[in-house]
Nanobody
Framework: QVQLVESGGGLVQAGGSLRLSCAAS????????MGWFRQAPGKEREFVAA????????DYADSVKGRFTLSRDSAKNTVYLQMNSLKPEDTAVYYC???????????????WGQGTQVTVSS
């Protein structure tokens, strides 16, 4: 089974930047579409961004469009979420996930990482 491990979270001031990484095991990484989701305390998990296999086309939630950039490095079996112009409402645990279809829906994803905390102070 493919394993996903997120890293790069931390504490940052509003307007600052962070880059999250999601490292995947296995040789079939490029056959998966990858997504990022986030969950704040007391709230439901929400879609952040997704990237397709091979070509790397992306989809972003309206709340992060223009601020976040998703990319992948197949040689390193890693996807990256560059987060700029961070806002306090971006504070959440961020999860990466893998799916067989390109989707904004969490039910499409069957492989999940453990999450990394992002805290944005005002």
């Amino acid at each position: 089974q493919v394993q996903l491990v997120e890293s790069g979270g931390g504490l940052v001031q509003a307007g600052g930047s962070l880059r999250l990484s999601c490292a995947a095991s296995g040789r079939t990484f490029e056959s998966y579409h990858m997504g990022w989701f986030r969950q704040a305390p007391g709230k439901e998990r929400e879609f952040v961004a997704a990237i397709t296999d091979y070509a790397g086309y992306t989809d972003y939630a309206d709340s992060v469009k223009g601020r976040f950039t998703l990319s992948r490095d197949s040689a390193k079996n890693t996807v990256y979420l560059q987060m700029n112009s961070l806002k306090p409402e971006d504070t959440a645990v961020y999860y990466c996930a893998a799916a067989g279809v390109f989707s904004r829906h969490d039910y499409s994803y069957n492989i999940w990482g453990q999450g990394t905390q992002v805290t944005v102070s005002s």
